[in-house]
């Protein structure tokens, strides 16, 4: 992207976001993952998947629910030392789909959860069944796991999503823009960040503030479509 010649590049100043459960915006496509990590230790099995897309709000569950149980992050490979730790205390596998596997590996991880009585939680984009898992063992062990899916954001979630996004980045815009951004954005959180994250890089380069004018620029550089007024 070219950058216009009135831009300067502005200090990458560290914007911290909340993470906190009081932080976690409730909506109803979260509901069913707020409620697993919310009745931890009472799970319905000792493996919970939680399956949705980028930016979904997998993350700040995994997060909370980490905090909560006192797990610890693991990578089941070839090697690894996944198993004991999940023989000892809880144990968080994130983007499953996306770091990869090792079936064994992870097998054997179910298989200490389950028999030394913690938890595993997985986080993923895809449901277990569309893994590249060839053991069938595994594969048995997966569907007997509790999955909660995330399903894709409404306008109401997308517009807490965007408050709270700029409220990270110490930026307190008004309704209306809020509302213009929504009704013409990608519906993905990821999408958000992305114009969260732009707006305030052009707000700061250009020493000016947050506008509807600014919001379209954006929008139109994602290639949204839907810019008319």
Do not use: C
Request: negative net charge; without cysteine; aromatic residues 6%.
């Amino acid at each position: 992207m070219t950058r216009r010649p009135f831009e300067q590049l502005p200090l990458a100043f560290g914007h911290d976001p909340a993470t906190g459960r009081e932080d976690l915006l409730v909506s109803d496509r979260l509901s069913a993952a707020i409620a697993i990590v919310d009745h931890w230790p009472d799970w319905p099995s000792p493996v919970v998947i939680i399956a949705g897309p980028v930016g979904s709000g997998k993350s700040h569950l995994a997060s909370i629910w980490r905090e909560r149980a006192g797990a610890e992050t693991i990578h089941p490979v070839a090697g690894s030392d996944a198993a004991d730790i999940a023989a000892r205390k809880p144990v968080l596998f994130e983007d499953a789909d996306r770091q990869g596997f090792d079936d064994t590996a992870l097998f054997h991880v179910i298989n200490s959860v389950r028999q030394h009585g913690t938890a595993l939680l997985i986080t993923s984009r895809l449901w277990p069944m569309s893994w590249p898992v060839t053991l069938p063992d595994l594969r048995s062990r997966l569907k007997a796991a509790t999955v909660v899916e995330i399903g894709e954001p409404d306008d109401e979630l997308l517009t807490q999503v965007l408050i709270k996004l700029f409220a990270d980045r110490q930026l307190f815009v008004d309704e209306r823009l809020v509302a213009y951004i929504v009704a013409r954005m990608e519906r993905s959180l990821e999408a958000a960040q992305t114009i969260v994250e732009r707006l305030d890089h052009l707000a700061l380069a250009r020493g000016t503030r947050l506008t509807r004018a600014l919001a379209a620029e954006v929008l139109a550089e994602l290639g949204n479509p839907h810019l008319s007024d």
